[in-house]
């Protein structure tokens, strides 16, 4: 598949992501894709604003076979350090998030020119990469991907309390390492199949 035909395609998957937010009243998750942040991993591509397709053992891959996603964000800034968070907002379900927010990833010091080139992220390893696993019969899912730039002289790190995976308050997190509103958001849903 040429690249041009998978952009059509993630074009028509993003829209009917956002259309099928909208129908079902999740104003907040049909806007928080913004920013232009591309999330890939191997033989699926972009998986932002997307929900993981069933074909292909994609969800099982997620969970048990990928590693983390390159990470491509071209409107970085070459001289300015980033921190990505990637979290589940629905854990243990979305109707009982008590766990909110699961962290699933925490990486801070990625170079921006790092972002612009969408491959491996680069940085300081905060809290190592945990990969999708929504528990059986608790529908989707959604994993959410916020950016920072860091300001200058602050290395965010984690408080020796914020160690367990969840629940996390991620924004107490950002507001302790006087980080801005995020540069760019995005997000995927997946859930557990029997595949």
Known sequence: MSRTVLYVLESSAISHFLKTLQAEGNYYDAKFCQGDLHVLYPNIGDVSCV???????????????????????????????????????????????????????????IPGDVLQRGKEVMGTIASPYYPPSPPANTGY????????????????????????????????????????????TTQFMTKKTHM
Not at 79 to 94: F, G, H, N, Q, W
Not at 172 to 181: E, K, N, P
Request: positive net charge; aromatic residues 16%.
């Open 141 to 184: 899912h959604r994993y959410q991907f916020l950016l920072y730039i860091q300001h200058p002289g602050i290395s965010p790190s984690l408080l020796h309390s914020e160690r367990p995976l969840g629940p996390w308050d991620v924004y107490a997190f950002v507001h302790r390492c006087r980080m801005d509103d995020p540069v760019a």
């Open 51 to 109: 929900y993981a397709p069933y074909c292909f053992g994609y969800p099982k891959s997620l969970r048990k076979v990928w590693g983390p996603p390159w990470i491509r964000y071209l409107h970085a800034k070459p001289e300015k350090l980033y921190t990505l968070i990637m979290v589940d907002p629905d854990a243990p379900s979305r109707s009982n998030p008590i766990h909110r927010f699961w962290r699933h990833w925490l990486v801070t010091n």
